[in-house]
């Protein structure tokens, strides 16, 4: 599933704690890791540095891709290295697409407030821009990364978008020999009646029924499968913490624009908040 795997370096705790990881899984599937540093040449960036911004930058990048180079180096795993100029998330998306990546893992701050839901994250454009699956992992003290999974947390809703993940997740837990666990939460509604509730939990579990059979048949043989009341990403974080979940499998729609910057979607509040890495994928990503 993966021979080369992106990872974007900054020299920053997030994107060390990302390629720490993502030397963990190419060790494991032999794969090449190529480093990436982009010297962020946009009009914000060379009014803050108010100096020679390509200089300055490309050599900072030169330390930051020298000292990861040798991270990997001392883990045994094979690297290419490349610095280049442009929009962090373009030039990550962009080389993705032409250098035959098949993964992205890259660090997020997990930052909240104001500033992320009108500006996003690096991470979240490349989330939503990527044509093929980016894991992401925080660096914060509550964030545990281990490799292999043991436990592999796929939320549905049963929309395309989720049944990509289902797919993904399956393949993830039958290369580590993990446990899927199914999740489906259903949100309060403000006015609801008895029969509204009746009919949607009988929908719900349909749907884990329906995907537990997708799991099942490509190869997975132990699945969990759960429903859940409440904020769909306070309680798929919520359960990965109580279960002893690895890995957060989700599906995201790759929209772009205003909407998505100001309101967010239900992976990307997820990827600021999870206490494990979270590997997404959607419609665009080849299965």
Do not use: C, F
Not at 55 to 62: K, M
């Amino acid at each position: 599933m993966y021979d080369r795997i992106l990872v974007p370096v900054d020299g920053s705790d997030p994107a060390t704690a990302a390629l720490d990881h993502a030397l963990e899984i190419a060790d494991d599937w032999d794969a090449t890791v190529s480093l990436l540093y982009v010297a962020d040449t946009n009009e914000s960036s060379q009014t803050r540095l108010g100096i020679e911004v390509v200089d300055v930058l490309e050599q900072e990048g030169e330390e930051v891709v020298s000292n990861a180079r040798e991270r990997a180096t001392e883990r045994g795993v094979s690297v290419t290295t490349e610095i280049v100029q442009g929009i962090p998330h373009e030039a990550i998306v962009q080389y993705a697409a032409t250098h035959d990546a098949d993964l992205v893992v890259m660090g997020t701050h997990g930052r909240s407030g104001l500033e992320r839901y009108v500006l996003g994250s690096v991470a979240e454009r490349v989330v939503n821009g990527a044509t093929i699956p980016v894991l992401t992992v925080r660096a914060a003290d509550d964030v545990t990364a281990s490799y292999p999974y043991t436990a592999v947390l796929v939320p549905t809703d049963g929309s395309d978008h989720a049944m990509a993940a289902l797919q993904r997740g399956a393949d993830v837990a039958n290369r580590n020999n993990a446990t899927v666990h199914l999740l489906s939460v259903l949100e309060e509604p403000i006015l609801g009646l008895g029969n509204e509730r009746s009919d949607r939990d009988e929908r719900v579990r349909g749907l884990l029924e329906e995907a537990t059979s997708t799991v099942q048949d490509a190869g997975v043989d132990d699945v969990v499968t759960a429903v859940e009341s409440g904020s769909v990403p306070r309680e798929i974080t919520s359960y990965a913490d109580s279960e002893g979940i690895d890995l957060i499998v989700m599906g995201t729609h790759g929209r772009t624009g205003i909407d998505q910057h100001l309101l967010g979607s239900i992976t990307e509040r997820v990827l600021r908040t999870a206490s494990v890495p979270v590997l997404t994928t959607n419609r665009k990503n080849p299965s």
